[in-house]
């Protein structure tokens, strides 16, 4: 009787483990994340930071009456950088958008530091991702409101993440045009709707200089050489119509 019990209870034991691993709980161990450890950056060490690599449950998968979690990879991390003013000081609650998926936007601190934060998913061994920080979004709309603001000297920057684990877990970022440190000058309305005046105004001449540099190309043409009716053997067609 003994024999059965335990037969009894080792089955119920191995069916529990086997039920609980098929609906999404691991066996041994838990769904950890871990951080990189083998990321080579070729570039400045502050831009990205906290980086690791980690599993997210993208689903389940379903076998007759179980259904096991599918777990997949992501790379996450912050990408870090300054605002400052034209003298150096750094500025805070300045407003970082980010057009890209996988990216949130972010606001420099005290100090003009921004974070945006991504998490992009990795396929086969490799994760990449393109974004663009749109700086200040919204200055020109406070410049109207308040009449100050602090203008951007970069409206936008794109830039791109690339992570292959099958080299190593190497990352790279590409900059494009993003500094680490982005320039802000504090403008007034009116210093706003002067310069913007002064720009309209040499588009204006730009556009007036080509205009008449196209007229006058154009006047100093040699009129096309008008074609003779006759065709290429003047004298025997004017002997045929002599005749």
């Known amino acids: 009787m ?5 037969i009894f209870n080792f089955s119920f034991l191995i069916f529990t483990l086997l039920f609980i691993g098929c609906s999404g709980f691991p066996l041994i161990g838990s769904k950890s994340t871990g951080k990189i450890t083998t990321i080579n950056e070729n570039l ?16 389940y998968k379903r076998f007759l009456f179980f259904s096991s979690a599918n777990y997949t ?7 870090k950088g300054e605002i400052d003013t034209e003298d150096g000081i750094p500025m805070p609650d300045i407003q970082i958008m980010v057009d890209g998926i996988g990216f949130e936007n972010a606001v420099t601190d005290v100090n003009g530091i921004y974070k945006v934060r991504f998490s992009i998913p990795i ?18 709309t406070e410049l109207e409101i308040k009449g100050t603001s602090y203008q951007p000297t970069i409206k936008d920057a794109p830039f791109r993440i ?3 684990g ?6 790279s970022l590409n900059e494009g045009n993003l500094p680490p440190k982005i320039i802000v000058k504090k403008i007034s309305l009116s210093q706003y709707k002067t310069e913007t005046r002064k720009k309209e105004i040499t588009e204006q001449k730009s556009e007036q200089d080509i205009s008449i ?5 154009k006047k100093s043409e040699k ?12 004298f025997k067609q004017l002997e045929d119509f002599n005749k």
Do not use: C, M
Request: aromatic share 10%.
């Open 73 to 79: 990879d992501w790379i996450e991390g912050y990408l």
């Open 213 to 217: 540099k196209k007229s006058t190309e």
């Open 166 to 171: 099958n080299a190593g877990g190497v990352v």
């Open 44 to 59: 400045n060490p502050n831009r990205l930071s906290d980086l690791s690599v980690v599993k997210k449950l993208a689903g």
């Open 162 to 164: 690339y992570y292959n």
């Open 2 to 6: 003994k024999k059965y019990t335990l």
């Open 123 to 140: 396929v086969k061994g490799i994760a990449d991702a393109n974004g663009k920080l749109i700086i200040h979004p919204r200055w020109e």
């Open 223 to 234: 009129p096309a050489k008008k074609e003779s009716q006759f065709g290429d053997d003047l």
